[in-house]
């Protein structure tokens, strides 16, 4: 009898400590997920949304090794990501924040915006007028705002909000970006903390890159906690479940 108990004991040990190896292994090499803590990303990507980011796109660094563990320094199986990818990163000015934003320019790019308008390379990136886009705010309120549909060069197109042309950040200088970086922007564009504001975000370095956004697998209304389960029958956005990110 004691014999089994001990059996059982020691079995029960290997299952735990298998079970966080795969999970190591799952969450470094496949998939992490992650969720969208504000409205900076919209419409693409809206604040209560869950998604997974695939660690593999990119190749891996310390900063796509699961819990943060710092194995090893410099990319490898590095792969180079495309502009218009949706990517979460670690923020340079502190690694232990992850953000996610839109990639806009590569090594080698001069990016700007001028009234509004994004500029790559000295060119205008074309953006056609769209319905307004529609959402509830967290105090019940309707609120609408200007959306466009911008073609970056190469013909990749995302949905963007513009609430105004004439922004702090509507109006900035030429970045030029550095090789082994990338400069990267919110979908919303006036609310939007990304590489437009160098003391914060800035250019970031192809280390700091996690993983490419892939698809939503959860969502709940803004404000509704994941472990609040019996507010989902009215919280879930069901339309989202299981979408693409493009």
Same mark, same amino acid.
């Given at each position: 009898?004691?014999?089994?108990?001990?059996?059982?004991?020691?079995?029960?040990?290997?299952?735990?400590?298998?079970?966080?190896?795969?999970?190591?292994?799952?969450?470094?090499?496949?998939?992490?997920?992650?969720?969208?803590?504000?409205?900076?990303?919209?419409?693409?990507?809206?604040?209560?949304?869950?998604?997974?980011?695939?660690?593999?796109?990119?190749?891996?660094?310390?900063?796509?090794?699961?819990?943060?563990?710092?194995?090893?320094?410099?990319?490898?199986?590095?792969?180079?990501?495309?502009?218009?990818?949706?990517?979460?990163?670690?923020?340079?000015?502190?690694?232990?924040?992850?953000?996610?934003?839109?990639?806009?320019?590569?090594?080698?790019?001069?990016?700007?915006?001028?009234?509004?308008?994004?500029?790559? !390379?000295?060119?205008?990136?074309?953006?056609?007028?769209?319905?307004?886009?529609?959402?509830t705010d967290r105090n019940g309120r309707t609120v609408r705002v200007t959306r466009y549909l911008?073609?970056?060069?190469?013909?990749?197109?995302?949905?963007i909000l513009e609430q105004t042309d004439t922004g702090f950040l509507d109006r900035t200088e030429?970045?030029?970006?550095?090789?082994?970086?990338?400069?990267?922007?919110?979908? !919303?564009?006036?609310?939007?903390?990304?590489?437009?504001?160098?003391?914060?975000?800035?250019?970031?370095?192809?280390? !700091?890159?996690?993983?490419?956004?892939?698809?939503?697998?959860?969502?709940?209304?803004?404000?509704?906690?994941?472990?609040?389960?019996? !507010?989902?029958?009215?919280?879930?956005?069901?339309?989202?479940?299981?979408?693409?990110?493009?």
């Open positions: 009898m004691a014999a089994s108990k001990s059996g059982g004991f020691g079995e029960t040990i290997r299952t735990v400590i298998y079970a966080v190896l795969i999970a190591f292994a799952v969450r470094t090499f496949l998939y992490e997920p992650f969720n969208i803590p504000s409205g900076s990303m919209m419409p693409t990507l809206l604040e209560g949304d869950y998604l997974f980011v695939s660690k593999f796109s990119y190749g891996y660094s310390r900063h796509t090794v699961a819990f943060g563990m710092p194995l090893f320094d410099g990319r490898v199986f590095a792969d180079e990501p495309e502009r218009g990818d949706v990517v979460v990163f670690k923020l340079p000015s502190d690694p232990s924040t992850d953000y996610i934003k839109r990639l806009i320019g590569l090594p080698g790019d001069e990016v700007q915006m001028v009234e509004g308008i994004l500029h790559i !390379n000295g060119e205008p990136v074309p953006r056609r007028r769209l319905e307004d886009f529609v959402a911008e073609t970056l060069p190469g013909g990749r197109e995302h949905e030429v970045f030029a970006v550095p090789e082994g970086h990338y400069f990267f922007m919110g979908d !919303n564009r006036d609310r939007s903390q990304d590489s437009r504001v160098p003391g914060v975000v800035g250019f970031v370095p192809a280390e !700091n890159l996690v993983g490419r956004a892939e698809f939503l697998w959860f969502s709940l209304e803004a404000g509704t906690s994941f472990w609040e389960v019996w !507010n989902w029958p009215t919280a879930i956005r069901f339309g989202r479940l299981f979408e693409g990110i493009d």
